[in-house]
T-cell receptor
């Protein structure tokens, strides 16, 4: 298996623009997680899905952020409109169960100017 | 509720010296415990985990961690570190069942030649 795939790896955009981050989890994994990592706040869980259904989105910072999982092999995290404080590395991870090992993607480094 | 504390944000050490990265947790029930490692510009990857059984768990690259229930700790140790061990290390705890892991803030291990 190729592991968790994220795209793009780097994204530079201007404030106010819409940003869409994409994730393909490992086949057979029922859980999918979106994290954000910054120097100031560390690793933050934004939202996670079980069998394509959002279970807990309490970590989503505000309404500008939204996430979807239309099928078992694809998820998106969208920021609209983007702001400079959204600059961070965004990770997607997947696992077979809630307490199983999480497999992380390589991350998307987002810079909002 | 579950929480995890990594007391040291940064641990500098010389090559071939021993190291201990501290992790303390709080949970009202039995726990699953994890250590993840993040190398520069990469996602996190599982280093080792405790689910049940022996309280001492080992990784393939010489790290070990001991589950201490009375002290609610899961410290990570290595008797002799290498330059290549320079990375960010994250402790995570789960109360089991349907609870997903909570990650600590991370400890940056810096190995000097």
């Amino acid at each position: 298996d190729a592991g968790v795939i994220q795209s793009p790896r780097h994204e530079v955009t201007e404030m106010g623009q819409e940003v869409t981050l994409r994730c393909k989890p490992i086949s057979g994994h029922d859980y999918l997680f979106w994290y954000r990592q910054t120097m100031m706040r560390g690793l933050e869980l934004l939202i996670y899905f079980n069998n394509n259904v959002p279970i807990d989105d309490s970590g989503m910072p505000e309404d500008r952020f939204s996430a979807k999982m239309p099928n078992a092999s694809f998820s998106t995290l969208k920021i609209q409109p983007s702001e400079p404080r959204d600059s961070a590395v965004y990770f997607c991870a997947s696992s077979r169960g809630p307490n199983n090992e999480q497999f992380f993607g390589p991350g998307t480094r987002l810079t909002v100017l | 509720a579950q929480s995890v504390t990594q007391l040291d944000s940064q641990v500098p050490v010389f090559e071939e010296a021993p190291v201990e990265l501290r992790c303390n947790y709080s949970s009202s029930v039995s726990v699953y415990l994890f250590w993840y490692v993040q190398y520069p510009n990469q996602g996190l990857q599982l280093l080792l985990k405790y689910l049940s059984g022996s309280t001492l768990v080992e990784s393939i690259n010489g790290f070990e961690a001991e589950f201490n229930k009375s002290q609610t700790s899961f410290h990570l140790r290595k008797p002799s570190v290498h330059i290549s061990d320079t990375a960010e290390y994250f402790c995570a705890v789960s109360a089991g069942g349907s609870y997903i892991p909570t990650f600590g803030r991370g400890t940056s291990l810096i190995v000097h030649p």
